[in-house]
């Protein structure tokens, strides 16, 4: 056997060990990545405050990343990718609960609520978030196999500029923008790179976003809590 494939089996042994069981999603087939993972960084924006809605999101009753046996896999292996470079993987959001997906529907219906505007869609007013693919009736988050991430400098943890910020609505981050600076773009494209390298396609509209091609369950909407 390979380095590479004694390696993955290895790490499919852990995911099925009984230790690992002990402490696992209400859901077969999904595991925390921080039981995954080795080096990585975690600000799960919606178990707080501090996303677009202003507020913790309904679902999220743990601040953790849950997403399938599958996606977890590929990601050890862009996380070894990485490395290389002195680079670490920093994790937003993973399965999103339909619960979450409904909130944030009713949120982008509502005209009033504009408290986190000047900071997440300075230049879009909430019916744009729907035409413009940001805010959608179901999001691929909750088939499991989707994340949202950047990668940080591992001796620092600090965060790659990536000409800007998670979740900011607006063309400056979309992939192959022309508003961002040279070195910005170099930094998505790392990112990009390695997880199309690891079976991931990027979404075009959020530099961030990223799901596993061969996601495990391409119709499944789960709705079990992150707990």
């Known amino acids: 056997m390979s380095r590479a494939g004694l390696g993955l089996a290895l790490l499919l042994g852990l995911l099925t060990s ?8 209400t859901q077969d087939g999904f595991v925390y990545l921080d ?8 600000e ?3 178990a707080g405050a501090d996303n677009f809605v202003g507020e913790p999101i309904d679902g999220y009753q743990k601040a953790r990343i849950i997403l399938t046996r599958e996606a977890a896999v590929a990601l050890a292996a862009v996380e070894k990718d990485v490395a290389l470079s002195g680079l670490a993987l920093k994790f937003f959001d993973g399965y999103r609960p339909q619960r ?3 909130e944030f529907r009713r949120w982008a219906a509502d005209p009033q609520d504009i408290r986190q505007k000047a900071r997440y869609y300075p230049d879009l007013d909430k019916p744009a978030l729907f035409r413009d693919g940001y805010i959608a009736k179901h999001s691929g988050h ?20 990536m000409g800007s910020p998670f979740d900011f609505f ?5 992939h192959g923008t022309a508003q961002v600076s040279v070195q910005q ?7 990009r790179q390695a997880m199309l390298r690891h079976g991931f396609e990027p979404y075009g509209a959020e530099w961030w976003h990223y799901t596993l091609k061969a996601e495990p369950y391409p119709e ?6 992150v707990q």
């Open 220 to 225: 499944t909407y789960f709705d079990f809590p």
């Open 170 to 174: 607006g063309p400056i981050s979309h």
């Open 44 to 46: 799960v924006r919606y």
């Open 35 to 42: 039981q995954v993972l080795k080096s990585a960084r975690y």
């Open 142 to 161: 909750s088939r499991g196999s989707t994340v949202d991430l950047t990668l940080v400098d591992s001796a620092t943890g600090k965060e790659l500029d």
């Open 100 to 102: 979450a997906v409904d």
């Open 185 to 191: 773009t170099r930094n998505r494209e790392t990112l």
């Open 18 to 25: 009984p230790a690992l069981r002990a402490d696992q999603p």
